[in-house]
């Protein structure tokens, strides 16, 4: 069976805290952010399958990409786990309003939903950990050694609670919060800050254990607080993610500044998030400092601002 056409989206998202530690075992804590996403439908056409990615303004041949190329890699891996042997004959566009190299999931969000929208068009179910597993498999394309956080909170679209090689939990989070999300305008080199730490934790071992077992108590400690219904107060725990971050050797004046600012203007708690160096800084806002905090991260310097709030569940589970 297959559909005339089909459609699906994906959410980005952004780590809220235990970046980098979690290369190392230690867990992270990482949100959607569903006020930006990726959009693709496919359309049945009867000639060979072209994939449109629009915000790019670029049309391409599937037969014509090399097989590492991420938008080739899911669709085959996707084709293959539901048994299509031959591509569609179809045109998929894709339509994303997530930066990309921004730390914010483009990639894993652009093949989480590709990979939906496939399963849709061939009537099939891919459950959301299959997805999650198939997008993994491209993360290594672009990342090298990726942890594996980002497809699985853009496939489950929820918070997660991510222990590299444990099943992905999610959790409840009885109130929303609010983040306001800052981009420094600089790429976010996630590979070189990751072979940068390694390298440094290769030359002191002692130090970096340390440190990440710091963030590792930081993220713990932040999931009972969310969990127990009290978003409001895990800004110092935020901000302490950050010094920790910064002293792994991940952060740089832009992001201090962006921090100092947010922190300035009334914000509860901020740090840099993601890979570093670079690429995208979060602080935990009020309703009523939410002006503010925005309007300061504009003034010292951030590209864009986008501001997103981490809404209520109650979906508990481990896949
Ligand atoms: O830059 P981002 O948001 O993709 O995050 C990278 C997070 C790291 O912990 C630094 C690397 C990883 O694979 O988890």
């Not at 669709?75 to 309003?97: C, G, H, M, N, Y």
Request: glycine fraction near 8%; proline fraction near 5%.
């Amino acid at each position: 069976m297959m559909a005339n056409s089909a459609s699906a989206s994906a959410p980005g998202k952004i780590i809220l805290c235990g970046e980098h530690a979690v290369v190392y075992g230690r867990p992270a804590i990482a949100v959607p952010v569903s006020q930006v996403s990726a959009d693709v439908t496919i359309t049945a056409t009867g000639c060979d399958l072209a994939i449109e990615a629009r915000d790019q303004n670029r049309t391409v041949h599937f037969a014509n990409l090399p097989a590492d190329d991420p938008l080739a890699a899911i669709i085959r891996l996707t084709l293959e786990k539901l048994d299509v042997a031959d591509a569609p004959l179809a045109t998929i566009v894709i339509q994303s309003t997530i930066p990309i190299a921004g730390g914010l999931g483009s990639g894993a969000a652009v093949s989480t939903a590709l990979a939906r929208t496939l399963a849709r068009y061939y009537e099939h179910e891919l459950d959301t950990a299959t997805i999650s597993s198939l997008v993994y498999e491209v993360e290594k394309l672009h990342h090298g050694t990726p942890s594996g956080i980002d497809n699985a909170v853009i496939a489950f679209d929820q918070p997660v609670y991510f222990v590299r090689g444990r099943p992905i939990e999610t959790f409840a989070v009885p109130r929303p919060f609010r983040l306001v999300i800052a981009d420094t305008g600089l790429p976010g080199p996630t590979k070189i800050a990751v072979s940068e730490v390694r390298a440094a934790w290769q030359a002191d071992p002692a130090k970096f254990e340390s440190l990440f077992d710091q963030c590792g108590e930081i993220t713990g400690q932040a999931r009972s607080i969310i969990e127990g219904g009290y978003p409001d107060q895990l800004g110092p725990l935020l901000t302490q993610n950050h010094r920790l971050l910064s002293e792994l050797g991940v952060s740089c004046a832009e992001l201090e500044a962006l921090v100092e600012a947010a922190l300035g203007a009334g914000a509860s708690g901020a740090k840099l998030s993601g890979g570093g160096r670079g690429g995208n800084m979060i602080a935990l806002v009020t309703d009523e400092r939410t002006a503010s905090v925005e309007q300061a991260l504009l003034n010292a310097g951030a590209k864009r601002v986008i501001i997103t709030t981490v809404k209520a569940t109650n979906d508990k589970r481990e896949t």
